[in-house]
């Protein structure tokens, strides 16, 4: 597969007649500049790298724009996510996963990291045949033609030494060692299942559901190459909650646990402390930052350039989905430095770029989003000449496109996008298809 692209954003710049060419197997085989168009090949206009979703709870896609009318905070935002996922089963699961994954193809997606909890029947039996939803997110993924890192999720406590809710049943585990036992089996099978789109990672849901001694136990006991994620310091509650059950804060806790390393994806770390910001970007983690849901359930601004500074990486995720949109996302990211530090560029367009393409992409285990030759052939042809975009810099674009403004997505090689329009189907079809099936039930 051969593109012509009018122009193309390499490492930050504008690099203008940029032939790219894939083999049959989905990798950039070589990277041409200062080209011009061949017949036979496909033209784009803009192109930029990919992106990449690093934290997805797909789910929660159904409670976008549902919240807003009574107020609230985040645990009552939470109260409103358990009704729903307490009405999910695998059916409905695959159908919501494929219409989010298929609105992140249309925005520019090529991969997601889905932070997976809803494991089990809502009384917390198991299905059978085993694997039922995370097996779900796997046909999802690969109907829309993203690559998916399944996180499978250990959450074992409503908080520091208190048993789980009701409500909460269907996410849990015995103990570490049965939530490991199901991981490596659900790995047996997912390598069975020759599925091309899926990579097993895994996470801890937070310190407040994960006792620290379970945290040790499973960052001593998975592959050093699997990624592990977890929600850091979100809220200011669950600070007081690691500070007064374990005299630390979250992520001491997560440092004395052993797991704070390269391989290490925290997200939000919103409420931290100076120390914990050292500590942080001393180990090299991975910093997930998720700004419209920040924004969207009041959490916070976190202090991602001082992460930054430190020796953190920073990622993009969209989370709850109040918005599917990369552009939209780094967008964010910048502007809350601007409303938190009364300055401009905080993140330069290339950091943006970064964060939102090939960051994001580490965080989750994969290699990706980026125009050179060995890497996955992922690519997105922007509208450079929009409403919103007309007249920018395309090195810049990044602060004025949105997920409209994307046209064709190749992921693999492959199209997976065309005319902004995913090939699997309409995401706003799929979505009220799987709404409608749900309120049948
Ligand atoms: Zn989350």
């Known amino acids: 597969m051969t593109m012509w692209c009018e122009r193309a954003v ?9 032939r790219i060419t894939a083999s049959g197997d989905g990798l950039i085989t070589s990277v041409e500049r200062a080209t011009r168009p061949a017949d036979g090949e496909m033209r784009l206009g803009l192109v ?9 709870h797909a789910f929660h896609r159904l409670l976008r724009a549902r919240t807003h009318a009574d107020g609230g905070s985040f645990w009552t935002w939470r109260t409103a996510m358990y009704d729903v996922a307490g009405r999910l089963d695998p059916t409905s699961y695959r159908a919501v996963a494929t219409a989010v994954f298929a609105e992140m193809v249309g925005a520019g997606f090529t991969a997601v990291g889905e932070f997976h909890y809803v494991h089990h029947r809502p009384d917390g039996a198991p299905y059978d045949p085993p694997h039922a939803m995370e097996l779900a997110l796997v046909e999802a993924a690969d109907a829309a033609g993203v690559r998916l890192t399944l996180l499978d999720t250990c959450y074992l406590a409503a908080s520091p030494r208190r048993p789980l809710e009701p409500q909460q049943r269907r996410f849990g585990d015995r103990d570490a060692d049965t939530w490991l036992h199901r991981w490596y089996a659900l790995r047996d099978v997912l390598a069975a299942s020759g599925s091309e789109h899926v990579t097993l990672g895994a996470a801890v849901h937070s310190v407040r559901a994960v006792p ?3 945290i040790a136990r499973i960052g001593a006991s998975l ?5 592990l994620h977890v929600h850091l310091s979100e809220q200011p509650a669950e600070n007081r909650a690691s500070i007064e059950a374990f005299g630390m804060t979250p992520t001491e806790v997560l440092d004395e646990a052993g797991v704070l390393g390269r391989r290490l994806s925290v997200v939000h770390a919103t409420h931290l402390e100076p120390t914990d910001v050292r500590r942080l ?29 430190a020796g953190a990486r920073i990622a993009l995720g969209s989370d709850q989905h109040a918005v599917i949109d990369p552009f939209l996302e780094a967008r964010a990211l910048e502007h809350g430095e601007r409303l938190a530090h009364g300055a401009r560029g905080r993140f330069t367009p290339r950091e943006l770029w970064d964060a939102a393409t090939r960051g994001s992409y580490e965080a989750i285990g994969l290699r990706g989003g980026r125009l050179e030759a060995g890497m996955p052939c992922d690519l997105v042809e922007v509208d450079a000449a929009s409403a919103r ?40 079809e799929l979505l009220m298809t799987a709404m409608e099936g749900m309120s049948r039930r």
Not at 10 to 18: F, K, L, P, Q, S
């Open 10 to 18: 390499i490492d930050g710049e504008v690099v203008d007649g940029v």
């Open 48 to 56: 930029v790298p990919a992106f990449a979703n690093a934290h997805s």
């Open 389 to 428: 975009t007309a007249g920018s810099d395309p090195a810049q674009v990044i602060m004025a496109a949105t997920s409209s403004d994307v046209r064709t997505v190749v992921a693999g090689g492959r199209v997976v996008a065309t005319g902004g329009r995913p090939l699997v189907g309409q995401p706003e």
């Open 212 to 214: 620290p001694a379970a």
């Open 281 to 309: 970007g001393a180990a090299g983690v991975s910093v997930v930052m998720c700004p419209t849901t920040e924004a969207d359930l009041g959490d916070g601004i976190g202090p991602a350039r001082e992460l930054a500074d």
């Open 223 to 227: 592959p050093d190459d699997v990624p």
